[in-house]
């Protein structure tokens, strides 16, 4: 079996050395592998560092983008992960499994690759993120009854949302594992297959939450959608680039998109 290792880069170069090392472990869990990173322009010397470690590793292809960053990170990084999905559809045949992760401080401790090898080929999950001593990543995070990000309401609900993840964590079985809509927390694995036909998307997608799941949401928090000012970093037009591209992959291929309570970092 191979796999993709994709990443969107840009102001890294304190942690490259660090996650670089940790692509190399997960590489050496398949047959072969390859690293695919989108470069975004940075103020750092992280081109360099990519760069670098070109030279000593075959395995490594990126793509440098020229162009003005937009104005919207999430947009930017949609974009960025958008262009390292599109090499792995291209290879689709040659890649069964390809994982997203973050390439700064949140993927540069040392990775427990006996967690993720232990979950491999398990016929449970066709998407799996992993727990964290603090599960900081909410805004990727779509648990039923809560499907919209928790930055689109006025009175934030950030502090009860991780309440509810951690219990829920804490109490499944030792190798049990968690459904949920979308949930990122800077690493996940794919099954190639079930995401064929879906992209990232950086707006705010309600379309594609059903109507009972949204009503439902929205009865849970008790107020409405709130429309943030644009530039804001709750804008309207931003949200987590992750939620649409896992509900895409439920709502056109019933993929299981799931969560290990194990800390993989």
């Keep these: 079996m191979n796999c993709c290792i994709c990443g969107a880069v840009r102001n890294c170069e304190k942690y490259l050395d660090n996650v670089f090392e940790n692509m190399e472990k997960i590489g050496s869990i398949f047959h072969d592998y390859k690293i695919v990173l989108f ?8 081109l360099t560092k990519i760069n670098e470690y070109n030279s000593k590793n075959n395995k490594l292809i990126f793509y440098i983008n020229d162009k003005p960053l937009l104005p ?35 993927c540069s401790t040392p990775i427990q690759l006996n967690i993720l090898r232990k979950y491999l080929y398990q016929d449970s999950w066709d998407a799996l993120s992993f727990n964290r001593e603090d599960y900081y990543d909410l805004w990727a995070l779509s648990i039923s009854p809560y499907l919209i990000s928790c930055r689109h309401f006025k009175n934030n609900f950030e502090s009860e949302l991780k309440q509810f993840i951690k219990k829920l964590l ?31 998307d950086g707006r705010l997608r309600i379309d594609l939450i059903s109507k009972p799941q949204l009503i439902q949401n929205l009865k849970t928090i008790k107020q409405p959608i709130h429309i943030f000012p644009y530039g804001t970093e709750r804008s309207v037009l931003e949200d987590c680039e992750h939620r649409s591209f896992h509900l895409m992959a ?10 290990s309570k194990d800390i993989l970092f």
């Design 250 to 259: 439920i709502n056109k291929n019933d993929a299981k998109i799931q969560i």
């Design 72 to 106: 919207c990170r999430t947009h930017r990084l949609a974009n960025a992960r958008n262009w390292c999905l599109k090499y792995v559809m291209d290879n689709l045949n040659t890649y069964p499994y390809f994982i997203m992760m973050d390439c700064d401080n949140v």
């Design 39 to 46: 470069y975004d322009n940075s103020t750092d010397n992280t």
């Design 170 to 200: 804490n109490n499944l079985s030792e190798n049990g594992l968690l459904d949920c809509y979308s949930a990122f927390n800077g690493f996940a694995i794919y099954k190639t297959s079930k995401f064929i036909n879906c992209h990232y």
